[in-house]
Nanobody, 124 residues
């Protein structure tokens, strides 16, 4: 089993930055693809960013391209999401997820393990 724990969320003004971390435990996720999703109240969970197991392929939702950066440190079993130029519409609970198959998938059902989420609130 893999346990994922997100951290780094909080309240920030529009235009500000936050860095989310997702620490994995239980087993190594070095061969897993990792993704970040978010869910705002009343909305479905949506893909934000994903990174292949080797870090050589990365994908972003159009809404965050140029502002968010996903990265991973396999030595630390940790994935990051650097969020810059935050907007009020980025407000959501952000979830980290792991996919055993190693490739990037955009649907939540494709992921095998999930963290508990961390709240990000962007004020205008």
């Amino acid at each position: 089993q893999v346990q994922l724990v997100e951290s780094g969320g909080g309240l920030v003004q529009a235009g500000g930055s936050l860095r989310l971390s997702c620490a994995a435990s239980g087993r190594s996720v070095n061969s897993y693809a990792m993704g970040w999703f978010r869910q705002a109240p009343g909305k479905e969970r949506e893909f934000v960013a994903g990174i292949r197991w080797d870090g050589l392929r990365i994908a972003y939702a159009d809404s965050v391209k140029g502002r968010f950066t996903i990265s991973r440190d396999n030595a630390k079993n940790t994935v990051y999401l650097q969020m810059n130029n935050l907007k009020p519409e980025d407000t959501a609970v952000y979830y980290c997820a792991a996919n055993r198959r190693g490739g990037i998938y955009y649907g939540p059902l494709e992921y095998d393990y999930w963290g508990q989420g961390t709240q990000v609130t962007v004020s205008s």
